[in-house]
């Protein structure tokens, strides 16, 4: 009978149960099939070293070193290996492969076997995600703890200015500001979505919260199709196509920008982005942020947006007369 350990735990290989009077880390043992299937889940259609390298890159972000990720990316596709067998999946040197598997098994992510030579396994996919999640929300609410503690280098007194307008660059930097502007609203969230990456489950929650306290949400689509998602996505707030003429695109022959979104919240807190270019370019969102109801950029913006609002509405009175 082989016995497996996990930093220093013994593990009942007949029932996977920690010899301890714990509850079970999990209940049944997956077998390569079910390892291969969570892992293709959670990355995608598998394309094989492709893959391979995409598994490699997200491990490292969330803190793994190369040789680490590789041996334990090498480890997922087999019920268990040896040293060699693992340098030969991941071209980890095999003096390398103990290092790592020394460090993926003080993390909780691999077993050994201590027979010779040592056999290795690594713990099942979600288990090993769950584990990596967590240190990964450690590590950034510890960066948030000593950051804020830090003394600083400013000879003055830091005063807030209103006047100012800072830029941010991609996707998920821009997100992240829209995000919080959302959050912090009181009164009012003006949004224009130009582009359907802009609506996430995430916003869609987010612009729920805002409505649940009594936070008035208005959404304006470029164009009908993106009302439409809109209107399957968000189940709050009114929607509708921007009758922003600005919005939908420029007078000028030479300006292929397309503004990706806009969010003016509490009449005070901007930002609006944009894509320009061709793929791939387009695909890069800049954005602007200005905040202060006396701020120039917050201000022209809030001018337009009310004075296209309100003709809108006189014509449609018109019409309607």
Same mark, same amino acid.
């Given at each position: 009978?082989?016995?497996?350990?996990?930093?220093?735990?013994?593990?009942?290989?007949? *029932?996977?149960?920690?010899?301890?009077?714990?509850?079970?880390?999990?209940?049944?043992?997956?077998?390569?099939?079910?390892?291969?299937?969570?892992?293709?889940?959670?990355?995608?259609?598998?394309?094989?070293?492709?893959?391979?390298?995409?598994? =490699?890159?997200?491990?490292?972000?969330?803190?793994?070193?190369?040789?680490?990720?590789?041996?334990?990316?090498?480890?997922?596709?087999?019920?268990?290996?040896?040293?060699?067998?693992?340098?030969?999946?991941?071209?980890?040197?095999?003096?390398?492969?103990?290092?790592?598997?020394?460090?993926?098994?003080?993390?909780?992510?691999?077993?050994?076997?201590?027979?010779?030579?040592?056999?290795?396994?690594?713990?099942?996919?979600?288990?090993?995600?769950?584990?990596?999640?967590?240190?990964?929300?450690?590590?950034?609410?510890?960066?948030?703890?000593?950051?804020?503690?830090?003394?600083?280098?400013?000879?003055?007194?830091?005063?807030?200015?209103?006047?100012?307008?800072? *830029?941010?660059?991609?996707?998920?930097?821009?997100?992240?500001?829209?995000?919080?502007?959302?959050?912090?609203?009181?009164?009012?969230?003006?949004?224009?979505?130009?582009?359907?990456? =802009?609506?996430?489950?995430?916003?869609?929650?987010?612009?729920?919260?805002?409505?649940?306290?009594?936070?008035?949400?208005?959404?304006?689509?470029?164009?009908?199709?993106?009302?439409?998602?809109?209107?399957?996505?968000?189940?709050?707030?009114?929607?509708?196509?921007?009758?922003?003429?600005?919005?939908?695109?420029?007078?000028?022959?030479?300006?292929?920008?397309?503004?990706?979104?806009?969010?003016?919240?509490?009449?005070?807190?901007?930002?609006?982005?944009?894509?320009?270019?061709?793929?791939?370019?387009?695909?890069?969102?800049?954005?602007?942020?200005?905040?202060?109801?006396?701020?120039?950029?917050?201000?022209?913006?809030?001018?337009?947006?009310?004075?296209?609002?309100?003709?809108?509405?006189?014509?449609?009175?018109?019409?309607?007369?």
């Amino acid at each position: 009978m082989s016995t497996w350990f996990r930093c220093g735990v013994t593990l009942d290989p007949t *029932a996977n149960r920690l010899y301890t009077s714990d509850p079970p880390l999990y209940s049944d043992r997956l077998n390569t099939m079910d390892v291969y299937s969570v892992f293709a889940a959670r990355l995608g259609p598998m394309s094989g070293n492709s893959n391979k390298t995409r598994a =490699v890159g997200l491990l490292q972000e969330l803190g793994l070193k190369e040789y680490e990720a590789k041996s334990f990316v090498a480890l997922t596709r087999r019920e268990s290996g040896t040293a060699r067998e693992i340098s030969d999946t991941s071209d980890v040197p095999r003096t390398r492969v103990y290092d790592a598997i020394g460090v993926l098994e003080s993390k909780g992510l691999v077993e050994t076997q201590h027979s010779n030579p040592q056999v290795f396994r690594a713990v099942p996919i979600e288990e090993a995600v769950e584990t990596l999640k967590r240190e990964y929300v450690d590590r950034t609410a510890s960066l948030r703890s000593v950051l804020s503690r830090l003394d600083s280098t400013d000879d003055t007194e830091s005063t807030t200015s209103t006047h100012e307008v800072w *830029a941010l660059s991609g996707r998920r930097a821009i997100t992240s500001r829209t995000q919080r502007l959302i959050e912090g609203s009181t009164d009012e969230v003006f949004l224009i979505v130009g582009h359907e990456t =802009v609506i996430t489950d995430r916003l869609a929650r987010q612009l729920q919260s805002a409505h649940d306290r009594g936070v008035d949400v208005v959404i304006n689509a470029v164009d009908e199709t993106l009302e439409a998602q809109i209107r399957r996505d968000i189940t709050c707030g009114r929607v509708s196509v921007s009758p922003l003429d600005w919005v939908n695109g420029s007078p000028l022959a030479d300006d292929g920008t397309q503004i990706s979104r806009l969010l003016l919240a509490d009449r005070e807190s901007l930002i609006v982005s944009s894509v320009a270019g061709r793929p791939p370019e387009r695909d890069h969102e800049r954005g602007v942020v200005g905040r202060g109801f006396d701020n120039g950029v917050v201000a022209i913006v809030r001018r337009l947006v009310a004075s296209g609002l309100v003709s809108a509405d006189a014509a449609s009175s018109s019409r309607d007369e």
